[in-house]
């Protein structure tokens, strides 16, 4: 791959920032990748550990000159970020963010930047349940789905060159309409976290099961559960506060469809079970199919290789 960008910005420095950070420069994607975090001690580990070219305090001095800006926070920060950077944005340059929600995001940040700057909203659609600075490696993206929500009358040439980037990155690139997109993952992530989460905590109200007992004799679904459910929590509150309506709309279904397995189990209706199970098992197939994941017993999710730099601590 050749150079993309001259100067790539990334505002905050988790897991997906560090990611893209490792993917670009795997590739050689970006002349300089300048970063920032608004914590101190965040900013800190990642100078120490090489993870951008340059490290700056503000998002305001990372942006400055760059021809992409990755907005990496919080989608209730995206305001804020976007209100801070708009002075320092050049004609041409391109905003993207990496936030799980569209619609909020575009409100929240395309009336803050100035004509002549185009604003591409993606996600990608990769983690793990780590963050910070140290957790992000450049396979994370590699066969995973990047979706992208530009308006109609965005510039065609920024998204082809947003969409290089991604595939340089090694993802799969998609485009979709913002409001979609946020039906999407109110099915695919938004909701299936809320009742990891919620699993979780019924878990920890159940005082008649020990804490001993949950951590000793975990089965693999309620492993899955705390895995999902130690995700950031200040990234996933404000996911549900921003995309409320898709999620709670997907939220009555699931209700409706558990009440409905309740009166099942209920009557000794094993028909319906069987054929319920049935249905969803080749969703999995399915995911499978298309390499996503794996049907290795640990589901594909052995855990990256540790940088020289994580393992000296």
């Known amino acids: 791959m050749s150079v993309i ?11 997906i920032a560090g990611s893209m950070a490792h993917a670009m420069r795997r590739a050689g994607l970006a002349r300089e990748i300048v970063g920032t975090a608004r914590s101190p001690e965040t900013r800190r580990i990642a100078a120490e550990i090489g993870l951008c070219d340059r ?23 995206m305001a804020e970020v976007a209100a801070e950077i708009a002075p320092v944005l050049e004609p041409g340059a391109t905003v993207t963010d990496v936030g799980s929600v569209k619609r909020d995001v575009i409100a929240q940040v ?47 040439g920024a998204v082809d060159r947003l969409r ?12 979709m309409d913002a409001d979609h997109h946020d039906l999407v993952l109110a099915v695919t992530s938004h909701t299936p976290h809320l009742i990891a989460y919620t699993m979780v905590g019924v878990a920890d109200d159940l005082r008649r099961v020990t804490d001993s007992e949950v951590i000793k004799y975990s089965a693999a679904g309620f492993r899955d559960f ?43 209706d094993g028909e319906h079970l069987h054929a319920y199970f049935t249905r969803t098992r080749a969703i999995r197939r ?9 049907d290795a017993p640990d589901f594909g999710r052995t855990k990256p290789p540790r940088r020289r730099e994580d393992a000296a601590e």
């Open 55 to 77: 490290i700056v305090e503000t998002a305001a001095e990372a942006a400055h000159g760059a021809d992409l800006v990755v907005l990496c926070v919080p989608v209730g920060a």
């Open 164 to 175: 290089r980037l991604w595939e340089g990155c090694g993802a799969n690139v998609e485009e």
């Open 110 to 156: 395309g009336p803050h930047l100035p004509e002549g700057v185009h604003f591409v909203p993606g996600h990608p659609l990769a983690g793990t349940e780590h963050s910070g600075p140290r957790s992000g490696f450049a396979e994370l993206f590699d066969n995973r789905y990047v979706l992208l929500t530009p308006d109609p009358d965005t510039d065609r």
């Open 5 to 15: 960008y001259d100067r790539v910005a990334l505002i905050g420095l988790g897991l």
């Open 226 to 268: 705390t895995r999902i459910a130690a995700s950031d929590p200040t990234m996933w509150r404000d996911v549900f506060l921003t995309n409320k309506d898709a999620t709670l709309e997907i939220l009555g279904r699931f209700t409706e469809e558990l009440f409905a397995l309740q009166r099942a189990i209920r009557r000794g």
């Open 286 to 294: 399915g995911i499978i199919e298309a390499g996503q994941d794996t």
